[in-house]
């Protein structure tokens, strides 16, 4: 089954800062990349998706990026503010009869500090 | 509008009792995920209904019993649980679940069991 890691556990950063989290995934036939952000006692909101034939997405200060060849993809959040901070799950989904499943990775502990 | 309700938003109950978390969906769609979450770890899925049908038991105990009543409710029954159930239950719901088709899943705010 697919397998997905993801780095940093935690990350802490200044306010206005960039933060980078980085993905990488096992199953080459996986198709569907989503990232959710989960703050206290919330259940997880997606905030950015991308699609196997895409390379690159933008939303405002979020973007993600994804490498099928390295089968890793990476979420990139400028301008960082202290709302920001909460636990971000990458995900991976499309492969063979795992279709519409999603696997998550561990999640990064994403702290803006003022 | 992409919201998932969930109720209760908590609950506490003993390994004798029986309850039910409620989940709610008006978004038209066809696939309803429950997942189980413990503190600082993934969601794990743990059933999937398609078209009020049950896709997908993820090997889930039978002290957890889910039901689809129509295709905008979806309910699991809790009995004779474990201190160990307890956790976030989370549940999601998707425009389709199909082969070739990776819709995205929308999750409600879930409901914080405890099992005394």
């Known amino acids: 089954g697919e397998n997905v890691e993801q780095h940093p556990s935690t990350l802490s950063v200044q306010e206005g800062d960039s933060a980078v989290i980085k993905c990488t995934y096992s199953?080459?036939?996986?198709?569907?990349f989503p990232w959710y952000k989960q703050e206290l006692g919330k259940g997880p909101q997606l905030i950015i998706d991308i699609r196997s034939n895409v390379g690159e997405k933008k939303d405002q200060r979020i973007a993600v990026t994804l490498n099928k060849t390295a089968k890793h993809f990476s979420l990139h959040i400028t301008e960082t503010q202290p709302e920001d901070s909460a636990v971000y799950f990458c995900?991976?989904?499309?492969?063979?009869?795992?279709?519409?499943?999603?696997?998550f990775g561990q999640g990064t502990i994403l702290t803006v500090h003022p | 509008d992409t919201e998932v309700t969930q109720t209760p938003k908590h609950l506490v109950m003993g390994m004798t009792n029986k309850k039910s978390l409620k989940c709610e969906q008006h978004m038209g769609h066809r696939a309803m995920y429950w997942y189980k979450q413990k503190a600082k770890k993934p969601p794990e899925l743990m059933f999937v209904y398609s078209y009020e049908k049950l896709s997908i038991n993820e090997s889930v105990p039978s002290r957890f019993s889910p039901e689809c009543p129509n295709s905008s409710l979806l309910n699991l029954h809790l009995h004779a649980l474990q201190p160990e159930d307890s956790a976030l239950y989370l549940c999601?719901?998707?425009?389709?679940?199909?082969?070739?088709?990776?819709?995205?899943?929308?999750f409600g705010p879930g409901t914080r069991l405890l099992v005394l």
């Open positions: 999601a719901s998707s425009q389709e679940h199909r082969a070739g088709v990776q819709e995205t899943q929308y």
């Open positions: 995900a991976a989904s499309g492969g063979g009869t795992s279709y519409g499943k999603l696997t």
């Open positions: 199953d080459s036939a996986s198709n569907y």
